[in-house]
Structures are given as C-alpha cells and as structure tokens.
C-alpha cells in the first residue's frame, strides 16, 4: 500500500501502520456471480466490485483488484499481493486463525442446489450416497465435509463454482452447496437452470458457516481495518449496502449487525 507519509526523522521510531492508505489493493476470485464475475466486456462486476468501490470513495483512496484463485485468497494476502480479501468471504474463527478481519458487512445463507423431484434432503441421511460439489476453500466445503462427508456423502471440490456447474448439469455431482444468491443469479435464474432449485432449507452452523461476510486483512493492520470499518460505517449509513442488496439479492435480507 502507498502511504501518505514516511517516517524519515533523524532517530525517529515510527510505525508504518499509523498512516492512512491512499490506495487499496483488494484481493478477488472473479468466477462467483452476483458476488464478483467478469462482463462480456472482460470487466469485473458483481455486489463486491460495486461495494469496494463504494467503500473506497467513502475512505478516499484508489482501488486496484488483483485475482486469484479463492483458495489462494488468504495466502496471497499473508504474501503481501494485495491488501484486503474482498470476494465473499465470511468470517470464521478457523480463518481468523491466519487472518484478521473489518467488521461484517453483510450475511447470505448457504443452501443446496440439485434437480427438481429427486427427493433429496440437506441433511447427511438425506444425501447419503450422492455426490456433493462445492468450491475448494470455502465455507460450504468445511460445512460438507465436517457434517456430510463423515455420514457417507462424497464431497468434491472445485478450483471455481463454473466447475461444479457444469458437473451438476452433466450428472457428475448431484448437488451443489453455495450461498443462496449465488445459486440464484449465478444457475437457478439461468437457461440450464432449469429443472433444478433449491433443496431444502438452508444450513446452519455458526462455528463454521461464521458471523457475515467482512475484508479479510493481514494479522495487525490496524490502520487499514480502521480506515476500512469507517468506510464501511459511511456507506451502510447511507443506504448503499440496502441498495446494493436489492439490486443483486432481491428478496434476501442481508444484514447484519456491526462489531
């Protein structure tokens, strides 16, 4: 991050974390509509890409993107490659662990999607024997894997959710674990859509599923979380996420409450 000041006096300890950022480098795995994708046009957009935008025209400072892989996401940010984790990444204690985190910024559920009418439960007795797809490093892979996986249920991973798309319409896994506008703006409101939906309710677990989606930031970059908890204040208080969210997440409240 480039700084707006360096400390250069003569015997002077200073500590680089006490100065603002004048430019921001944000961290993303553009392969999960509505969340962040790339346009026809190769542009990136999604709730993400306008919510990062907005918070750094509240914090008044530049925003670059830099992507990657979801699971590269957090070492990529332990490397210094960028300088905040946004790509819908929910706050877990298992990644508080490697990483610290601005306040939560909004929620969304995770449920599973598979064909319509193949009696299918999401619950480990009701997928016993199937094949679940989920993608590698996320929330609903621990998820699958701590409460299904152990139960006889086979879970597959996935470098990006594209993937697992494309196996769920060939037969290769019977369901999917996203978060529910995902599935929704990103297969269920599509074409190949048709002919599947959610199943069941969705799941819950807060140990693992976590308190809401924040910026993953690098272990005691208080200057940065500061900064960037401001910035999300700003743009809560003035309607922007509530916007946002009708616009990508019509009818799925995602609020959450401020830490």
């Not at 490397?79 to 298992?94: C, L, R, V, Y």
């Not at 409101?189 to 969705?202: C, L, N, V, W, Y």
Request: aromatic share 8%; net charge neutral.
């Amino acid at each position: 991050m480039k700084l707006k000041a360096l400390c250069l006096g003569m015997g002077l300890l200073c500590s680089l974390s006490s100065f603002a950022a004048s430019e921001l480098r944000y961290g993303v795995e553009a392969e999960y509509p509505p969340f962040e994708s790339r346009n026809a046009a190769g542009e990136l957009e999604g709730f993400d890409i306008e919510l990062g935008n907005a918070i750094c025209k509240a914090a008044q400072i530049q925003c670059n993107w830099v992507e990657t892989s979801f699971d590269a996401l957090i070492p990529g940010l332990v490397a210094k490659k960028f300088d905040a984790i946004n790509s819908a990444m929910n706050i877990t204690e298992q990644r508080r662990k490697s990483i610290d985190f601005t306040q939560p910024i909004y929620r969304i559920p995770s449920q599973l999607v598979g064909k319509n009418g193949d009696g299918m439960q999401a619950t480990a007795e009701g997928l016993k024997g199937k094949t679940i797809g989920v993608l590698q490093g996320s929330i609903q892979e621990t998820y699958t894997k701590e409460h299904w996986e152990k139960h006889g249920v086979t879970v597959v991973s996935y470098k990006d959710q594209n993937m697992a798309w494309g196996d769920l319409l060939n037969g290769r896994i019977d369901a999917t674990l996203v978060m529910s506008a995902a599935g929704q703006a990103g297969f269920l409101s599509k074409p190949q859509g048709k002919g599947f939906g959610f199943i069941g309710k969705p799941v819950s677990d807060d140990t693992i599923l976590g308190s809401g989606i924040g910026f993953g930031l690098r272990k005691g970059d208080e200057a940065t979380k500061k900064q960037l908890d401001a910035a999300i204040d700003k743009v809560r208080a003035d309607g922007t996420i509530k916007k946002l969210a009708e616009k990508y997440f019509p009818g799925i409240d995602v609020s959450v409450s401020a830490q």
